[in-house]
């Protein structure tokens, strides 16, 4: 009986998340906010409570973050990362400052403890690479000139991942001084072992992996994959972290087979992790924080779109693409919803969850709006801005007066009905 009670929950979980996403797919959005707001109706407090099937779903969603973390890392191979470190590393301290630390100010002004505050400032940090990709596909800007600079932003902040869920995951252990540094040690030893051999044997590899039938490839990816975060996390060092490694050691030909195998898995466990994390919060413990969540989605926005701006800038894009990095940016989603998902499991802040959930739901919605139009929008500020206050390379000098025999020329052509020729 309590198998059945299992299978009828699911499979009423399952079908609403089709029904969620085939709604989001029609009207071109993201169905993150409608699977969060799923999760809050089926958990308690909700219109329809689960009662038997929340260990099951428990761990569907740790398996969500884990092909999160493995699928990201599979798009990106161990040279490109060590280039994007190499260049674009001013831009990641940028972004880090901007959109960090108005989320560990909050949390400050909040009142609530250290590891909450580092908990919410990885929560406004962090940009959502999936909705963010989804959309510049959507607005046909991916051979962008700007689209290079919001990619190598995207992947230094996965690259933090590697070092910031380590440390978040040794805090909320409530491991001392000596304990952290040692989980951060080994941490960066992992980190810094996987991209020294995925860079010299990254081939040899991904031909050991590869295989032609689809099956067997399958197998041995999603099982190398579970059993290197499970020894992650046994070490402390975060399963996410472990997932993610393993998929930058993969490249070529066993990369693309286990990017297309994987991705409905994917698509699955993570639309499950994001309904676990609805269930994990009470609706109505989210109207008292809506409008700490309101101002700070309100900031990080700003701050997200200076920080696309200021990197444009650096790497010689126009003004226009500048504005369209900085709003391509301000989307939050899933790894937002990851670090927090971290922090309630381990009981940290009632109200980090509810807070975090209002403050995800209102920028994967903004998000994808101020992508289309931030730039317009500039450009409108802009015309009304005297030009004598308009940045220098948005001043348009006036054309020089005509002289007088030029001036005589003109009327006298007006008058013939012929046009002056214009000087060379």
Do not use: C
């Not at 797919?25 to 407090?45: C, D, K, Q, T, V």
């Not at 919410?120 to 999936?130: D, E, M, N, P, Q």
């Amino acid at each position: 009986m309590h198998t059945a009670t299992v299978f009828t929950e699911l499979g009423a979980i399952i079908l609403v998340l089709g029904l969620l996403g085939r709604i989001a797919s029609r009207y071109g959005f993201s169905p993150i906010p409608l699977y969060l707001l799923g999760g809050l109706a089926f958990g308690h407090g909700g219109l329809l409570p689960l009662s038997s099937s929340e260990e099951f779903v428990a761990t569907g969603a740790e398996i969500g973050v884990v092909l999160l973390l493995l699928m990201l890392g599979l798009e990106y191979t161990a040279a490109d990362l060590v280039t994007n470190l190499k260049q674009q590393y001013p831009a990641g301290a940028v972004d880090f400052a901007f959109n960090a630390l108005p989320g560990a100010a909050m949390g400050l002004l909040l009142g609530w403890g250290p590891v909450a505050v580092v908990v919410l400032a990885g929560v406004t940090w962090i940009s959502s690479s999936g909705v963010i990709a989804k959309v510049l596909g959507d607005l046909g800007r991916l051979g962008n000139r700007e689209t290079p600079v919001i990619l190598s932003i995207l992947v230094l902040e996965d690259l933090s991942m590697a070092l910031y869920l380590p440390i978040l995951t040794a805090l909320l252990a409530g491991a001392g001084l000596l304990a952290g540094s040692i989980t951060l040690a080994i941490a960066l030893a992992t980190a810094g072992a996987v991209l020294f051999v995925a860079l010299r044997y990254g081939r040899l590899i991904s031909k050991f992996v590869s295989h032609d039938d689809p099956e067997k490839l399958l197998l041995v990816v999603l099982g190398l994959t579970l059993l290197v975060a499970g020894v992650a996390q046994q070490l402390q060092v975060s399963a996410a972290v472990g997932a993610f490694l393993v998929g930058i050691a993969l490249s070529g030909e066993a990369a693309e087979g286990a990017h297309v195998l994987l991705s409905p898995l994917r698509d699955l466990f993570a639309a499950v992790f994001f309904v676990f994390f609805g269930l994990s919060t009470n609706p109505a413990s989210i109207p008292p924080v809506l409008l700490p969540a309101l101002a700070l989605a309100v900031v990080t926005a700003l701050t997200k779109i200076a920080t696309g701006y200021w990197a444009a800038r650096r790497a010689g894009i126009a003004v226009r693409g500048r504005w369209r990095a900085g709003g391509a940016l301000v989307a939050r989603g899933e790894f937002s919803i990851v670090i927090a998902g971290l922090a309630v499991t381990a009981g940290i802040e009632p109200d980090l969850g509810p807070l975090a959930t209002a403050y995800v739901l209102i920028l994967v919605v903004v998000g994808p709006l101020a992508a289309r139009y931030t730039e317009p929008a500039a450009g409108r500020i802009g015309a009304l801005v005297p030009k004598r206050w308009a940045p220098a390379e948005q001043r348009v000098p006036a054309a020089p007066a005509p002289s007088a025999p030029a001036a005589a020329a003109a009327a006298g052509a007006a008058e013939d009905g012929t046009a002056a020729a214009a000087p060379s």
